[in-house]
C-alpha cells in the first residue's frame, strides 16, 4: 500500500507549510502545483509566461494544463510509494483527473485544513517569502517580519542570502480574490471527498505542531494503522520496487 495525502484547504491555511514537513518526515516527495507554477515564472519558460498574469490575479490556471504537469509529475518513480499534494485538486475536473491517476494505486488520504477566513488573510499578508528559492520564511521558526538570513536552498541563497519578500499574489485584494474564487470552485470539490471513509478535516487554528500532530493522526486513522507504522509503509513499499 502507498501513501498518498491530499491536503485540502483555502489560501494560507497551512498546506504548503504541512506538506513539506509530512513529505520529508515520511520519504515521499510534495507535489505543490503553486510552487511548480512559480517555479516557472521565475524562470522565465513558456510555462512561467504562460501563467504569470493568471496567478498574479489570484485565478486558476486552466485544467488541462495543470492535470497534465501532475499527471506527469505523479508517474515518476520517485511518487510511486507514495506523494503528498498541495494545491491540487482544486476544481471537479481535476478531482476526476486525480481519481483516475491514482486508481490502481491504493486508496488517497484526502485531509481538508479549516480556518476562518479573515485569519487567512491576516497570516497570507503576513508570508515572507525568498524571492529566489520561495522558501516561507515561517517555516525556519521566525516570524515572518524579522526576515531572518537564513535561507540555504540555493546557491544564491547560500552566497549571498536570501531577500525576503511578499509573494506577487498575497495582496489583500488578490488574497481576497483567491478567497472567493476558492468558495466558488474549489470548496463545492472537497463535497465530492467528504463521503469518502478516507477523509478527515482538522482544525488549522491550532498551532504548526499541533495542526502536525492532528495530520499524522488523520491520515493513520484513515489507513486504520498506527502512526508509527506510516513509515513503515513507504519503506516496504520501497523495497517491493526495488
Ligand atoms: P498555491 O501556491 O497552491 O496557493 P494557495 O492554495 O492559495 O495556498 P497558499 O500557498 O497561499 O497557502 P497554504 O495553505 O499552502 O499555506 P502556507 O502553509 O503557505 O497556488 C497559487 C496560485 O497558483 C493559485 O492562485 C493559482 O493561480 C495557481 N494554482 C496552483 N494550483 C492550481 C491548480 N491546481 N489549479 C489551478 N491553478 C492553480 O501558510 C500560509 C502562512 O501561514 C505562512 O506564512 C505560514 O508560515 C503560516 N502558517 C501556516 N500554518 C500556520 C499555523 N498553524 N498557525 C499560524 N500560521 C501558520
Redo the contacts with the bound molecule.
Keep these: 500500500m502507498a501513501l498518498n495525502l491530499v491536503?485540502l484547504?483555502?489560501?494560507?491555511?497551512?498546506?504548503?507549510?504541512?506538506?513539506?514537513r509530512f513529505a520529508r518526515e515520511h520519504g515521499i516527495p510534495k507535489v505543490?502545483?503553486?510552487?511548480?507554477?512559480?517555479e516557472a515564472v521565475h524562470s522565465g519558460s513558456e510555462l512561467g509566461r504562460a501563467?504569470k498574469t493568471?496567478?498574479?490575479?489570484?485565478?486558476?490556471?486552466?485544467?488541462e494544463?495543470?492535470i497534465g504537469i501532475?499527471r506527469e509529475r505523479l508517474t515518476r518513480p520517485d511518487a510511486m510509494a507514495g506523494f503528498v499534494l498541495?494545491?491540487?485538486?482544486?476544481?471537479a475536473a481535476?478531482a476526476k483527473a486525480l481519481d483516475e491517476i491514482t486508481a490502481t494505486r491504493g486508496p488517497v488520504i484526502c485531509v481538508e485544513?479549516q480556518?476562518p477566513d479573515e485569519?487567512?488573510v491576516r497570516?497570507?499578508r503576513?508570508?515572507?517569502?525568498c524571492d529566489d528559492c520561495g522558501a516561507?520564511?515561517?517555516?525556519f521558526g521566525h516570524k515572518?517580519d524579522e526576515l531572518p538570513e537564513l535561507c540555504q536552498n540555493t546557491e544564491r541563497c547560500r552566497s549571498i542570502g536570501p531577500k525576503w519578500v511578499a509573494?506577487s499574489?498575497?495582496s489583500e485584494s488578490?488574497?481576497r480574490e483567491?478567497l472567493k474564487?476558492?468558495w466558488r470552485d474549489t470548496r463545492p470539490m472537497i463535497e465530492y471527498y467528504s463521503a469518502r471513509p478516507t477523509f478527515r478535516v482538522i482544525d488549522?487554528?491550532?498551532?504548526?505542531?499541533?495542526?502536525r500532530e492532528a495530520l499524522v493522526a488523520a491520515v493513520a486513522s484513515a489507513l486504520g494503522m498506527p502512526a508509527s507504522q506510516l513509515r513503515t509503509l513507504v519503506a516496504k513499499k520501497l523495497g517491493a520496487q526495488a
Excluded at 9 to 20: C, I, L, M, R, S
Excluded at 126 to 129: E, P, T
Excluded at 136 to 139: E, G, H, L
Design positions: 491536503m484547504g483555502p489560501p494560507g491555511a497551512g498546506k504548503g507549510t504541512q506538506a513539506e505543490s502545483t503553486g510552487d511548480i507554477l512559480r501563467v493568471v496567478m498574479e490575479r489570484g485565478e486558476l490556471v486552466g485544467d494544463l495543470i501532475v498541495d494545491g491540487f485538486p482544486r476544481t481535476q485544513i480556518v485569519e487567512l497570516r497570507v503576513g508570508r515572507r517569502v516561507n520564511a515561517d517555516a515572518a509573494r499574489d498575497d488578490v488574497v483567491r474564487i476558492y488549522g487554528l491550532q498551532s504548526p505542531e499541533q495542526v
